[in-house]
Structures are given as structure tokens and as C-alpha cells.
């Protein structure tokens, strides 16, 4: 069983910067590409951000390209998101999954253990 645990939502300004971390238990972490998606109100869930297992590959969705950066780090299990440049759309529910599968796709159903999620809020 994997469990994933995120954290560092909060409140912020446009503009501002907040950096969320996802703590995996088990051993799978490191075989694994991971993923963050989101969540907005009244909204389904989509793609953010996706990083292969040794962390060399990542993609983005078009909306954070250039103001996220998503990384890991295997020997913490542990994944991260650093998210610069906020703006009100990015306000959302954050959530990091684990893909069933070595490479990170954008599908949320490739991803087969999420994280309870953490709010962001970004004020204008």
C-alpha cells in the first residue's frame, strides 16, 4: 500500500510563490513517475505536472509552463512543486499520484494512488 501526504498549500498574493511538497510511504516511490493535478472549484480534475522516475523528464501543463517546477527527490521520497509567479486561476485543491507506469502521463486514470490534497488560494 502507498500512502501520499502533501503539504505547504496556504493563502498567498498574485504573484507570490508557495513550494508543495508529497511524502510517499512504501517502496514503489522510486519505481515510479509521479504527478501533480488540481482541482478548482466547481471544476474536474486536471493536470499540472509530471516527472519520470529518475526525475530527468518532466512535462507541464501549458497554464504553469514557465512558473512551475516540478522535482523529486527518491532518497526522501518525497516530490515536489514550486510554483512561482501565482495568479488567482491557480487557486485549486492540489493533489500528487503515483502512475502505474514508469512514464508520467497527463491522464488522470494512468495515476492509481492519490493524496488527500492541499488548498492553494491566491488573492488578487
Known amino acids: 500500500q502507498v500512502q501520499l501526504v502533501e503539504s505547504g498549500g496556504g493563502l498567498v498574493q498574485a504573484g507570490g510563490s508557495l513550494r508543495l511538497s508529497c511524502a510517499a510511504s512504501?517502496?514503489?516511490?522510486?519505481?515510479?513517475?509521479m504527478g501533480w493535478f488540481r482541482q478548482a472549484p466547481g471544476k474536474g480534475r486536471a493536470f499540472v505536472a509530471t516527472i519520470s522516475v529518475s526525475g530527468g523528464s518532466t512535462a507541464y501543463a501549458d497554464s504553469v509552463k514557465g512558473r512551475f517546477t516540478i522535482s523529486r527527490d527518491n532518497a526522501k521520497n518525497t516530490m515536489y512543486l514550486q510554483m512561482n509567479s501565482l495568479k488567482p486561476e491557480d487557486t485549486a485543491v492540489y493533489f500528487c499520484?503515483?502512475?502505474?507506469?514508469?512514464?508520467?502521463?497527463?491522464?488522470?486514470?494512468?495515476?492509481?494512488?492519490w493524496g488527500q490534497g492541499t488548498k492553494v488560494t491566491v488573492s488578487s
Open positions: 499520484a503515483r502512475s502505474k507506469y514508469g512514464i508520467g502521463t497527463t491522464e488522470r486514470y494512468d495515476y492509481d494512488y
Open positions: 512504501g517502496r514503489t516511490f522510486s519505481s515510479a513517475a
